[in-house]
C-alpha cells in the first residue's frame, strides 16, 4: 500500500470546500494563530453557494440557507434562549433567541467564532448545538434534503491567549488547524479586494512578515505575532488589511499621524520598513497615463520595489486586451523574471483579469518561456 502524504494543516481554500460537505454531520472547529482569516470563512462559504448571497447586518443569507455569525465570548445564557413560563399548561417553554433566525424554517450555516474563549457553562451550551444541531430543545431547521452546517473557530492553545476546550468535547468534533495564507495566496486576496499596492509590494519584498512562529527560527523576526513577546501591534493578512484603511487616507492626515497608526496597527518594524515605500510611491510611474503612452520608451525604474508597485498597479487598472498588449511590452524590458512574474501571477489569480490574461497572446509566449518559475 502507497504511503499518503499529507501536511498537517488545512488551507482556506481546502476548509471552504470541507466544511460545508461535512458540516451537516461534523462539527469543524478550524484553528490558527491570530488575524489569519478564520472569522472571514463564513462570508466565503456565502459566497461560494452562488451569487444570489446579499449581506444582512452582520449576517448573510441566500436562497439555501442563512449564514449566522455568533461572536462566542461575548455571549450568555439570554442571548442563546430562556426558559418562558406557559400560564396555561403550568409548564418552562424555551424560546430560542431571534439571532438564530428559527421562524423562517431555512437551514443555516453558524459559526461559533472564538468558541474556546467561552465561559466553560457556553461551553456546554454550544456543544449540543455542535454535536446535536439544537438550540436548547429546537432542532435547527431542515428543508429540500439540506441540514444545518455548524463550524466553529478557535486560535491555538500554543498561542497562549486563553484558549481551551473539555477532552469529552474535544473527542466529539473535527479540530482542524489552518495553514496561514502564503505571500502569493494573500496577494491574490489582498489584489482582488483592492488593498493598497504600497502594502502588496511590502509583503511581497518582506515575506517574513507573512511567517508563522510555528515555522520555526522566528525569534528574531520582528514582524509577527509570537506568544513569548507581549507585542499586541504585528503584522498579520487581518492587520495588513486594516493597515490600508490608513494608507489609502494618508493625502488627509501629518506624515507623524500616518506612522504612528502604521505602528499601532503592523508593528513599528513594519512601518518604518514601509515608510519608504510610500516616499517611492509619490513618485511613480503612472500606467495609464505614462507607461501605456510610451510602453518601449518610458524609462524603466531600477528599484525593484518601484518595478513591483507598477506590476501591482497594472493588475488593479488594465481593461482591455490592447492595454495588456501594450503594457507586456513594457514589463518585457524588465530584466527580472521574477518581477515579470508577478504581474501574470496576480492576472491570472484575479477574477476581474484572468480572462484577459488567458487570451493576450503576449502573456502566453511569456509564460511558455518562463513555465519553470511557476
Same mark, same amino acid.
Given at each position: 500500500m502507497s504511503?499518503?502524504? %499529507?501536511?498537517? @494543516?488545512? @488551507?482556506?481554500?481546502?476548509? *471552504? =470546500? %470541507?466544511?460545508?460537505?461535512? /458540516?451537516?454531520?461534523l462539527t469543524v472547529v478550524v484553528?490558527?494563530?491570530?488575524?489569519?482569516?478564520? @472569522?472571514?470563512?463564513?462570508?466565503m462559504i456565502a459566497s461560494d453557494n452562488g451569487d444570489k448571497w446579499r449581506k444582512v447586518g452582520d449576517d448573510y443569507a441566500d436562497d439555501k440557507y442563512d449564514y449566522i455569525y455568533v461572536d462566542c465570548p461575548v455571549k450568555d445564557m439570554a442571548d442563546i434562549g430562556m426558559a418562558i413560563p406557559n400560564h396555561e399548561t403550568k409548564t418552562l417553554e424555551y424560546y430560542v433567541a431571534s439571532l438564530f433566525k428559527m421562524s423562517n424554517g431555512k437551514p443555516k450555516v453558524i459559526l461559533l467564532d472564538e468558541f474556546m474563549k467561552s465561559p466553560k457553562l457556553m461551553q456546554v451550551i454550544y456543544t449540543r448545538l455542535m454535536l446535536e444541531r439544537t438550540v436548547g430543545d429546537e432542532p435547527l431547521p431542515e428543508r /429540500? /434534503? *439540506?441540514?444545518?452546517?455548524? %463550524?466553529? @473557530?478557535?486560535?491555538?492553545? $500554543?498561542d497562549m491567549v486563553g484558549d481551551s476546550m473539555l477532552a469529552h468535547a474535544g473527542n466529539r468534533v473535527c479540530i482542524v488547524?489552518? =495553514?496561514?495564507?502564503?505571500?502569493?495566496?494573500?496577494l491574490a486576496w489582498a489584489t482582488e479586494v483592492g488593498v493598497s499596492r504600497v502594502i502588496r509590494t511590502f509583503v511581497k519584498m %518582506?515575506?517574513?512578515?507573512? $511567517?508563522s512562529y510555528m515555522d520555526g527560527d522566528q525569534d528574531d523576526n520582528p514582524y509577527i505575532f509570537h506568544p513569548k513577546k507581549s507585542t499586541l501591534s504585528f503584522c498579520s493578512p487581518r492587520s495588513f488589511y486594516k493597515a490600508d484603511a490608513i494608507v489609502s487616507k494618508r493625502d488627509r492626515i501629518s506624515e507623524n499621524a500616518l506612522m504612528v497608526g502604521l505602528s499601532g496597527t503592523i508593528g513599528m518594524s513594519a512601518a518604518k520598513?514601509? =515608510? =519608504?515605500?510610500?516616499?517611492?510611491d509619490k513618485k511613480l510611474l503612472d500606467v495609464r497615463d505614462e507607461i501605456l503612452v510610451d510602453p518601449k520608451n518610458v524609462t524603466v525604474p531600477d528599484?525593484? $520595489?518601484a518595478q513591483l508597485m507598477i506590476m501591482f498597479q497594472a493588475v488593479d487598472v488594465l481593461e482591455t486586451q490592447d492595454e495588456v498588449t501594450s503594457f507586456m511590452e513594457f514589463v518585457d524590458r524588465i530584466k527580472s523574471s521574477e518581477i515579470q512574474a508577478v504581474f501574470f501571477t496576480m492576472m491570472m489569480r484575479n477574477a476581474r483579469t484572468i480572462r484577459l490574461a488567458r487570451n493576450n497572446k503576449n502573456i502566453s509566449t511569456w509564460a511558455a518561456a518562463n513555465h519553470e518559475l511557476f
Open positions: 504511503k499518503i502524504n %499529507f501536511r498537517d @494543516t488545512m @488551507t482556506i481554500k481546502e476548509l *471552504r =470546500a %470541507f466544511i460545508p460537505a461535512v /458540516g451537516e454531520d484553528q490558527s494563530e491570530p488575524g489569519c482569516g478564520k @472569522t472571514s470563512l463564513l462570508a /429540500g /434534503g *439540506r441540514r444545518s452546517v455548524v %463550524f466553529a @473557530t478557535s486560535n491555538n492553545a $500554543a488547524p489552518m =495553514a496561514k495564507p502564503t505571500v502569493d495566496e494573500w %518582506f515575506p517574513r512578515s507573512m $511567517a520598513d514601509m =515608510a =519608504a515605500l510610500l516616499s517611492l528599484d525593484i $520595489a
